[in-house]
């Protein structure tokens, strides 16, 4: 499997997101930390994994700052936990799209009821289809991504 | 790890989704496929990661579909990969701010070079504060998954 390490040292932001919430269960307990629960036993019946698995991971999620552990104790989401929930919600939409048969498992509303509309990209607050967005070397770039991205352009 | 039966067997979209994207180099391969990376070498280089692993990762994305072999041979996105995209930039984006120092690797900008604005959630057309995302049993809610969000509903 891929290290963390490996990620963390690509000159990439997906790649180092990916480092410290690319394991799936990683993503299933931040789930569960957003809809509420807190508390070991809380996610171990609701996503059923073992209790070292569960620990572990748990324990990686406060090392990189995305929960923290409270007097009780229950884990509770960091700023930074709770900032990926944009990407979680528009996983999980495409999941209900393509993987759950017109049948979603779960609705996703405000708290007037209304359903979350689809996550999609925008440019100056205009819709951006998918096919127009580009891509260029940020400020944090190395000689490889500006070679890669260089080499990707096309006439 | 994390099996991708274990996964797939939830209910919850997100498990699902995971159960097809939630392998870093999967995810690391569909952005190269983005950029315009088609070729085998051309994934093999820009990630830097052993043929077996690519060969591997590159049949299981064909066999999701998400990716489709093309005469070349070449990897091409099929719709369904393409719509991971807003999910995949809100990952980028939570990742130029908790983990690159305020230096971005790479800069996402609309076909004139305006920059991407951040993805967010919203409903009915209003930005919608992640405080205020509320979650119901869907059409394709199990016992579990309503017993589930029942006991996190609170007074």
């Known amino acids: 499997m891929t290290s963390k390490s490996e990620l963390a040292s690509l000159n990439c932001s997906l790649a180092r997101a990916l480092a410290m919430v690319g394991d799936s269960w990683s993503v299933l307990i931040l789930r569960d930390a957003f809809l509420g629960s807190g508390r070991f036993g809380e996610f171990q019946r609701s996503l059923g994994i073992a209790k070292n698995i569960l620990a572990d991971r748990l324990e990686r999620l406060v090392c990189a700052g995305l929960l923290i ?36 498992p779960m609705i996703f509303t405000d708290a007037e009821g209304r359903p979350v509309d689809a996550v999609a990209l925008a440019a100056a607050g205009a819709p951006l289809d998918p096919s127009d967005l580009r891509v260029a070397p940020g400020p944090g770039a190395d000689a490889r991504t500006r070679a890669f991205l260089l080499s990707l352009s096309r006439p």
Request: net charge neutral; no cysteine.
């Open 69 to 104: 552990r409270e007097n009780g104790p229950r884990y509770a989401l960091t700023d930074k936990g709770r900032e990926l929930l944009p990407a979680l919600v528009a996983l999980a939409q495409w999941g209900d799209r393509f993987a759950s048969d017109g049948a979603p």
